[in-house]
């Protein structure tokens, strides 16, 4: 029966030798493909092509998923329905936020809530906020997206560096701020998916006013409004991001945004 190198990937993998494969382990996988004189000294096309397979596949299986979208979107419950849906299926997902639950997160919380404001009395600029998410954002790449990509979970972040571009640009009034944000978060590791919730301003407000969260600094209406249209074509401002919208009630949204996740490694 013949063995694809797609199936020798995923058969290593599913037996969890990532490491040290022995030439009796690549003899078993990829012997319907390689010629028995081949088994002992492996060379040639095939085996090249396995060895380039198997190098990037063991070098870690995790992947890195975001959700964006305004507030009232609901993101969060987006991403806590993933990871439990990616649980069940023996997959190790793991659930992570920005602002995080860092140092510079939960002062970033603070200022976010209205509870820590500047000295002359008002909520930090777009620049100072730009400066404090990019800073709790490396902390973030340090302590828990290179670690958990490498051990091989999949992390699923609610938010990232899109709604830093998207909110202090729109509180800049400007869209010429973009480089100067994007700039600050080039040491940000690029997701493998981003998925977008679109929503409209109105039924998110809805929701904003129905949950006992307290008010946030963001919660405007028109600002949302300018959020929600920035929201539509963010990926013109990450050209090599792969960034893919959903829309709809919660259960169609959740449908759609797990569609796509599965889209993401439907292919070997």
Request: charged letters at 25%; glycine letters at 6%.
């Amino acid at each position: 029966m013949s063995v694809t190198v797609c199936a020798i990937e995923e058969t290593i993998l599913f037996n969890g030798r990532s490491r040290g494969l022995s030439r009796a382990v690549w003899a078993r996988f990829a012997g319907p493909l390689i010629p028995r004189d081949q088994v002992s000294a492996p060379h040639g096309a095939a085996w090249d092509k396995i060895r380039a397979r198997m190098q990037k596949a063991t070098k870690h299986n995790g992947r890195f998923i975001v959700i964006e979208g305004i507030d009232g979107a609901g993101t969060t419950t987006q991403v806590k329905r993933l990871v439990a849906e990616l649980r069940s299926r023996n997959i190790r997902a793991i659930e992570t936020r920005e602002p995080t639950d860092g140092p510079v997160g939960m002062l970033l919380r603070q200022v976010l809530r209205g509870r820590l404001v500047s000295a002359s009395g008002a909520a930090p600029s777009w620049q100072e906020l730009g400066l404090l998410f990019a800073a709790d954002r490396l902390d973030h790449a340090a302590s828990e997206i290179r670690p958990q990509l490498a051990a091989g979970s999949w992390l699923i972040s609610d938010r990232y560096d899109y709604s830093s571009v998207a909110y202090q640009s729109a509180s800049a009034g400007e869209v010429a701020v973009i480089p100067w944000l994007r700039e600050l978060n080039r040491h940000a590791p690029r997701p493998d998916l981003t998925v977008v919730v679109d929503v409209s301003p109105e039924v998110a407000r809805a929701r904003r006013l129905a949950r006992s969260a307290e008010r946030e600094i963001f919660d405007d209406d028109a600002f949302q409004a300018r959020l929600a249209a920035f929201y539509r074509d963010i990926e013109q401002h990450f050209p090599d991001d792969r960034i893919l919208h959903v829309s709809g009630d919660a259960d169609s949204v959740f449908a759609g945004l797990l569609a796509l996740v599965i889209a993401l490694d439907a292919s070997c």
